[in-house]
């Protein structure tokens, strides 16, 4: 029973999830569409029937705050679509500031949480005001036939006026239908009629004299000449007449100015957004011409329709982001609230199918062995299993590669998310951002995209911040006073790339430097050598900022060392670009999939490991003799850098057998080296290692050997084999892990541990190998944060202010 | 495998002779216990809370963990830590045979462990009454582990040549004395 009502909950929570992301989505394009000039009716309506199921689904599970909210909303939005208020960008901000306490509601909710969220109250009484103000609205009644009026929807008649307002000629369309198929005739219709105009409209024409078939009216509203529409339409039979205006003037005439065509207008398939009201000392026209009706506007009536109504929301709601303190404002999350992954019925039908053939083959599998008893059959017995077993094979295949499909996700759930943040940052900030989006329809695993919500958003949030200028700022560089911000999402191979990329100022790298080393962070004489790109990681190094004061915004506390942090984790890396005045760019390049992962296994005394590629730069001989001891630790010089070594069975504490182990690996040579760790560098493919690997920059001194392990010891013993060398990468830091042998490469599927070793660091978990045993993942991030912490924490003391 | 503990209590319940069980009815349900041996002594705990009985199978040991942690092993596909119960009961360790089992549980419903225990012996049914709360009596640091203390030796005494067969091939265990433990507390700690 309980487990029965936990799934029903279970299930309210992503339908609720994906109908406020959906909501979400509309008031993006009615946002946008407001600032054309031209919203579509059936926009409002599509926001006022998701409030509306909300509101019932809210209502079904006792979420009184939601459904208390819901309503609220319900009643605004059905003014909107009366034409009673106006969608402004106040009324557009309360819907935003709704969509997002819709997140928290189900956030509370999800947790059981009863505790009073302020912004609710606030809102709710924005709304009641919101409400009162509209009433007065539309009020000066329209003036068009009575006779038509009388048959007319409020939302029709809504509707009539917005074309009628907007310098729509007015259309009359006959059509007649068979009453058998008028279904599928009015869809048709819809669609094609759909591009040129808006449907205002059906009424059943009075002269209908066939049982079979009805003659329709159509009432529509177009910008298109009569020729157009006729064209359009004319395949379906339909009859279009131009209705007359008043003054017989060409309808043309009294069209409104064709909407302002901004920069923003070449991204079509981007989500753009800018603001009127932001609070700028230079006068500058809005980007957006309000739609005010043309003045000569005689419709049917005598009366000109009354469309210059005093505004429905007075003066105090134009400012939403002050009248809302900025605390109340703070963004939260943007990972979504519900577990479970809604899946599209045909990947299950794939996959159905597959397991279906599966069964198949074990059924012949069966009947084979059956046969396998006659020792006469033997070889054709023989010849069966083996095509059997590669039937087999390849249906586990694609049944894999079909569980791993569903667990895949679009990153249009969270770039979605991501605009409308950004919509709000920008608002926050005061300055004008133009976010253009690229491959939403990119695929990641739904755990990637949950993980990866609050780094992307941090990084929105510096781009906007930090990135973007001032409107001032820019105009006086020449640049376009409404910043960029492109969002890109596209696969490479075996990964997703995602970049964030802003035309504004770019980082100072001299600032950075010079900051990393005030702090202690980079010595003077590093400074010097470092590369253009080192430098710029630096923005990763915690306590680094580049921003002297710390803003509202991004004052919480979390940097990007965090954002890389949760990026590594995800066995992604990430990786900065930048110049002054033109812009930054940063590129997350992910694995695909977190459930199944390609790792190189190891061998460390006798027990396997495995360590992610993702992870691994290369794998490389350990030349002993070039071994040196730097401040307490073993490193070498690898092409002229050092690198820091760990010695995997001392860390673990396991015996060093390497003298007994077999010989696997020693007979390798450097094109297998390279196979087994593609991440290999080229310049090792077909050399002797000996010469490529560790240069023995340093001679072997004895003397240092005192601080060398006992493993050390026992590998210097005559007898010893050679060690390998796995150089792992987070970031700039490089950490060697010295393992006896390398196994080979091989695709894993990693088990994270239970709550009884959550606690053991340095593993990412365990996973089962071809062979049924078991090695255990290393998270070499946390190894190499590790063996770096020491030292680090060391250094941080010098000096390091938290914030960014 | 539940039924086949079922069935292994049933068989203990038959040797326990006709008028042992006639006594339990009289007497009323009463709680099985599934009897391990570790070390030298025999412990038990309720049957309600092992899921499953496993054959030895390779342990792959987790460096850094903690020494009662043996490892982990994979059961169909799900990572299982198994916890040795006499380092954390701090009993004496002896060679591990082939009648060593890891036993299933989850006392919390948080996590499944696997127990490793020396010997599964048998299930005993033992009614409150059979169960001496001397806990408290005992002191140290086992005093907290011990749900209490059963002496079902009458009822065993009657006929079990199974028990008295392992007796006799030198595997000392003397089951008329059954140390219960309280696994939440075991594993709690």
Same mark, same amino acid.
């Given at each position: 029973?309980?487990?029965?009502? &936990? ?7 992503? !339908? ?20 054309? %000039? ?97 009433? %007065?609205?539309?009020? %000066? ?121 901004? +920069? ?94 599966? +069964?198949?083959?074990?059924? &012949? ?70 976010? =253009?989006?690229?491959?939403? !329809? ?111 915004? +991004? ?62 730069? !290369? ?119 010295? =393992? ?44 190499? !944060? ?13 000096? %390091?202010?938290?914030?960014? | ?189």
């Amino acid at each position: 029973m309980t487990s029965e009502s &936990e799934r029903a909950r279970e299930e309210f929570f992503s !339908e609720a999830q994906e109908i406020v992301e959906g909501l979400g989505r509309d008031l993006l394009a009615l946002d946008e569409a407001q600032k054309s %000039g031209h919203v579509d009716p059936d926009l409002i309506n599509d926001v006022f029937r998701a409030v509306h199921t909300l509101k019932g689904l809210a209502g079904l599970f006792g979420a009184t705050r939601m459904s208390s909210l819901s309503h609220k909303l319900e009643e605004l939005l059905d003014d909107l679509r009366l034409g009673k208020v106006d969608v402004t960008a106040p009324v557009l901000d309360l819907l935003f500031a709704s969509v997002q306490l819709y997140g928290k509601l189900l956030q509370a909710e999800k947790e059981s949480r009863d505790q009073p969220i302020p912004e609710l109250d606030k809102l709710l009484a924005q709304l009641d005001r919101g409400a009162g103000a509209g009433a %007065g609205g539309g009020g %000066g009644g329209p003036i068009i036939d009575p006779n038509l009026l009388a048959v007319l929807t409020e939302f029709e008649e809504h509707k009539l006026k917005t074309n009628i307002a907007q310098g729509n000629t007015l259309y009359r369309l006959r059509v007649r239908f068979q009453l058998a198929t008028i279904d599928q005739g009015l869809d048709e219709l819809k669609a094609t009629a759909k591009p040129h105009g808006d449907i205002i409209t059906y009424l059943p024409a009075s002269d209908t004299d066939d049982i079979d078939s009805i003659t329709l009216e159509i009432l529509m509203g177009s910008r298109a000449p009569s020729t157009t529409l006729r064209n359009a339409l004319n395949h379906l039979g339909v009859e279009v007449e131009e209705l007359p205006r008043q003054g017989g003037g060409p309808s043309h005439a009294a069209m409104p100015p064709p909407p302002p065509t901004s +920069s923003t207008a070449s991204a079509s398939s981007a989500s753009t957004f800018s603001h009127t009201n932001i609070p700028t000392p230079t006068p500058s026209p809005p980007p957006v011409a309000p739609s005010e009706p043309p003045s000569p506007m005689p419709p049917m009536g005598s009366a000109p329709l009354d469309m210059t109504a005093p505004h429905p929301f007075p003066a105090p709601h134009l400012d939403t982001s002050a009248s809302i303190p900025p605390k109340a404002q703070e963004l939260g999350t943007i990972k979504s609230v519900a577990q479970t992954v809604r899946v599209d019925i045909q990947k299950l039908d794939v996959l159905m199918n597959y397991v279906g053939e599966l +069964s198949i083959v074990r059924t &012949e599998l069966d009947r084979l062995l059956e046969k396998m008893r006659d020792a006469q059959a033997n070889h054709e017995v023989k010849n069966n299993l083996r095509r059997l077993q590669r039937d087999f094979g390849h249906n586990v295949k694609r049944l894999r590669d079909g569980i791993l499909e569903v667990r895949m996700v679009p990153l249009g759930q969270v770039f979605d998310k991501l605009a409308r943040v950004a919509r709000q940052i920008s608002r926050q900030a005061g300055k004008q951002v133009n976010l =253009v989006i690229t491959g939403a !329809e990119t695929n990641v695993d739904k755990l990637i995209v949950e993980e990866l919500s609050d780094p992307l958003m941090h990084m929105m949030r510096n781009a906007i911040d930090h990135g973007i200028e001032d409107r001032d700022a820019r105009e006086a560089m020449g640049k376009p006073a409404i910043g960029t911000i492109a969002l890109n999402a596209f696969q490479k191979g075996n990964h997703v790339v995602i970049e964030i990329e802003d035309d504004g100022k770019g980082i100072e790298m001299e600032r950075l430097l010079e900051k990393a080393i005030r702090m202690g962070l980079v010595g003077p004489e590093d400074a010097r050598t470092m590369s253009r790109r080192e430098v710029l990681n630096l923005i990763f190094v915690p306590g680094l900022s580049t921003k002297t004061s710390v803003s509202e915004i +991004s004052g919480r506390g979390v940097g990007m060392d965090v954002v890389k942090t949760n990026i590594s984790k995800l066995g992604g890396v990430i990786d900065v670009q930048s110049e002054i005045s033109i812009g930054t760019k940063f590129t997350v390049t992910l694995p695909i999939t977190l459930a199944i992962l390609k790792a190189l296994i190891v061998k460390v005394s006798d027990q396997q490991f495995a360590i992610p590629l993702a992870n691994v730069q !290369e794998a490389v001989w350990l030349d002993l003799s070039a071994v040196r001891v730097i401040d307490g630790r073993d490193a070498v010089t690898l092409r002229g850098n050092t690198l820091q070594l760990c010695y995997l069975a001392r860390l673990f504490g396991l015996a060093d057998t390497s003298e007994v182990s077999g010989t696997d690996g020693f007979g390798l040579d450097a094109p297998q080296l390279s196979q087994i760790a593609p991440g290999a560098r080229s310049s090792l493919r077909g050399e002797p290692l000996r010469q490529q690997g560790y240069s023995p920059a340093f001679p072997y001194r004895p003397a240092q050997t005192s601080t060398v392990s006992n493993a050390m010891k026992n590998a210097l013993a005559p007898r010893s084999k050679r060690k390998f060398v796995v150089v792992t990468a987070v970031g700039t830091r490089r950490l060697g892990l010295v =393992v006896d042998s390398l196994v080979g490469q091989q695709d894993v599927v990693i088990k994270g541990f239970g709550p009884s070793l959550k606690n053991i660091a340095g593993f990412a978990g365990a996973t089962q190998l071809a062979d049924q045993r078991i090695a255990l993942v290393l998270d070499a991030p946390a190894l190499v !944060e590790e063996m770096f912490a020491h030292s680090e924490r060391a250094r941080m003391t010098h000096g %390091g202010t938290h914030g960014f | 495998m539940a039924s086949n503990l079922a069935r292994r209590s049933d068989s203990a319940v038959v040797v326990a002779g006709q008028k042992h069980k006639k006594q339990l009815r009289d007497r009323g349900q009463g709680t099985k216990y599934l009897a391990f041996r570790l070390a030298e002594n025999v412990y038990a705990a309720p049957v309600a809370l092992i899921r499953e009985i496993l054959t030895l199978r390779p342990i792959t040991p987790v460096p850094r963990a903690p020494s009662s942690i043996m490892g982990i092993i994979s059961v169909r596909g799900q990572l299982v830590t198994v916890l040795d119960l006499r380092r954390r009961l701090r009993l004496s360790e002896g060679p591990v045979t082939s009648k060593a089992r890891i036993l299933l549980v989850d006392p919390m419903g948080v996590e499944t462990l696997g127990l490793f225990v020396d010997e599964v012996l048998q299930v005993y049914r033992l009614a409150d009454s059979d169960i001496e709360q001397t806990a408290s009596a005992l002191g140290g640091e086992v005093a907290g582990y011990i749900a209490g203390i059963a002496r079902p030796a009458q009822a065993q005494n009657q006929a079990d040549a199974k028990a008295q067969a392992r007796n006799a091939s030198g595997l000392r265990h003397d089951a008329s004395v059954i140390i219960l433990l309280d696994l939440k507390v075991v594993l709690a700690s």
